[in-house]
């Protein structure tokens, strides 16, 4: 396993009446934070937040292209970013002790934060189609370049993690600085991820580093 320490590049927040950053996604212009009772639509360049749409939003968030799905209470929510409308509605499957959420190959990815798994579930049903097993707690969930990262949070200790799906065996950490933990995660698709830091309020934007 490849391990060096993390390079926190921007932090945003706290941010006015946010007390804990959950799930984080990327819309390809705006990061988006579940903060409990709504998700918060950030501009990435200079922080400020630019709109809210009011909807569960407890655990992780993911955008499939065009809409946003996000895990609150034991239920995973399709929304239309424009509207703010919720267009469907289906179980999760930690039942309420779900964390991250991703978007990839047509699929949903959940994170369960103390089963340490990660589950590929259909976006229709909510049916389970596999599970990888994770050594850690499991925060937020992402793909990048084909490869799935997860975050961690155990104690004071937090790192983001690329795996093999189909092992789960880590092939690379990148650890947080001392105290700082990983929330929700997300990648722009390029060369940083989002990470939410939960009770701290912030976001932080974290180098990915190129790959061999």
């Given at each position: 396993?490849?391990?060096?320490?993390?390079?926190?590049?921007?932090?945003?927040?706290?941010?006015?009446?946010?007390?804990?950053?959950?799930?984080?996604?990327?819309?390809?212009?705006?990061?988006?934070?579940?903060?409990?009772?709504?998700?918060?639509?950030?501009?990435?360049?200079?922080?400020?937040?630019?709109?809210?749409?009011?909807?569960?939003?407890?655990?992780?968030?993911?955008?499939?292209?065009?809409?946003?799905?996000?895990?609150?209470?034991?239920?995973?929510?399709?929304?239309?970013p424009q509207t703010g409308r919720i267009l469907a509605t289906i179980p999760a499957p930690g039942g309420g002790g779900d964390s991250g959420?991703?978007?990839?190959?047509?699929?949903?990815?959940?994170?369960?934060?103390?089963?340490?798994?990660?589950?590929?579930?259909?976006?229709?049903?909510?049916?389970?189609?596999?599970?990888?097993?994770?050594?850690?707690?499991?925060?937020?969930?992402?793909?990048?370049?084909?490869?799935?990262?997860?975050?961690?949070?155990?104690g004071d200790e937090g790192s983001l993690r690329r795996i093999d799906a189909q092992t789960g065996e880590v092939l690379e950490q990148l650890?947080?600085?001392?105290?700082?933990?990983?929330?929700?995660?997300?990648s722009d698709g390029g060369e940083q991820f989002f990470c939410g830091g939960g009770t701290s309020g912030k976001l932080r934007v974290v180098?990915?580093?190129?790959?061999?």
């Amino acid at each position: 396993m490849k391990r060096s320490k993390a390079t926190v590049l921007r932090e945003f927040g706290p941010f006015t009446g946010v007390e804990h950053v959950h799930g984080v996604t990327y819309d390809g212009k705006q990061v988006w934070m579940a903060v409990g009772n709504s998700v918060v639509a950030l501009d990435p360049g200079n922080g400020k937040t630019l709109r809210t749409i009011d909807v569960p939003a407890h655990a992780g968030t993911a955008f499939d292209g065009q809409h946003i799905y996000q895990i609150g209470d034991d239920r995973i929510r399709k929304i239309d970013p424009q509207t703010g409308r919720i267009l469907a509605t289906i179980p999760a499957p930690g039942g309420g002790g779900d964390s991250g959420l991703a978007w990839a190959e047509g699929s949903l990815w959940v994170g369960q934060y103390r089963e340490r798994k990660i589950h590929q579930i259909d976006p229709q049903t909510g049916a389970v189609l596999r599970t990888i097993d994770s050594n850690r707690f499991v925060t937020g969930v992402t793909w990048v370049d084909g490869s799935l990262w997860h975050g961690t949070w155990e104690g004071d200790e937090g790192s983001l993690r690329r795996i093999d799906a189909q092992t789960g065996e880590v092939l690379e950490q990148l650890d947080m600085p001392a105290g700082v933990g990983v929330s929700g995660l997300e990648s722009d698709g390029g060369e940083q991820f989002f990470c939410g830091g939960g009770t701290s309020g912030k976001l932080r934007v974290v180098r990915r580093p190129p790959r061999d």
